[in-house]
């Protein structure tokens, strides 16, 4: 009897050591094993799961400064847009007022130069109302000639030429041959001998070519 209580108490001791072996691997069995030890398992399980994964370093943030990089490099389309209307209503309006200057400043020299025909239009119309009963030809004559000597002065002031080549030599910018007669000397070939009807020349503009007769060598 003795042999088998003493066999009992040798079976249940490992049971105890199996127990206390499994406390001290328990979460909540650090008061009976060591403290820092329990503790220290714990946490390093807990922080190992809630980690945050390492940055890498060659990604880029594209929510923040580049959107709205992108955004304030976008042009004003309303900006330019009326920045484009003022400046065509701009030369619209400069168009309008050189066409104008330019009317302006022609029609004052034509002003000008009706102004100065007008004492010369005034003789033409006494000339051309005397009593022929009373009044010989050679005073309507040189009345005539008066009022062209007047035509012309006004003309040239306003730079009006005439061109009257006589004894000059044929120049085709200028004259016109309406036709040509035989000379015997070789040094008047060439050489306009008379004038059908003079040409005009205004502020170096040809208005019409002197029509002439050439005279033409036969040598």
């Known amino acids: 009897m003795k042999h088998s209580k003493k066999k009992a108490q040798h079976t249940e001791l490992p049971e105890q050591d199996a127990m206390g072996s499994a406390d001290d691997y328990a ?24 980690q945050d994964p390492p940055a890498d370093a060659n990604s880029v943030d594209t929510t923040g400064p580049t959107a709205s990089n992108t955004s304030s490099q976008q042009p004003d389309v309303g900006g330019e847009r ?32 009706v102004r100065q025909l007008i004492e010369a239009l005034d003789d033409v119309a006494r000339f051309a109302h005397v009593d022929l ?39 085709p910018a200028l004259h016109e041959a309406v036709a040509t007669e035989p000379t015997s000397a070789k040094e008047d070939d060439h050489v306009v001998a008379r004038v059908y009807q003079p040409g005009y ?5 040809l208005l ?8 033409q060598w036969q040598g």
């Open 201 to 205: 020349v205004f502020k170096s503009q």
């Open 82 to 113: 009326d920045r484009y209307l003022r400046l065509a209503a701009e030369y619209d309006n400069y168009r309008k007022r050189s066409l104008k200057e330019r009317q302006d400043a022609g029609a004052r020299a034509q002003g000008e130069l």
């Open 133 to 171: 009963a009373s009044t010989d030809a050679a005073t309507v004559v040189q009345g005539v000639d008066m009022v062209e000597k007047k035509l012309l002065k006004a003309l040239g002031n306003a730079g009006l030429e005439v061109i009257n080549p006589v004894g000059e030599t044929f120049d």
């Open 27 to 50: 979460p909540g069995g650090s008061d009976q094993g060591d403290g820092q030890g329990g503790q220290s398992g714990f946490d390093t399980s807990a922080s190992a799961g809630t």
């Open 208 to 215: 019409r070519p002197a029509r002439v007769v050439v005279k």
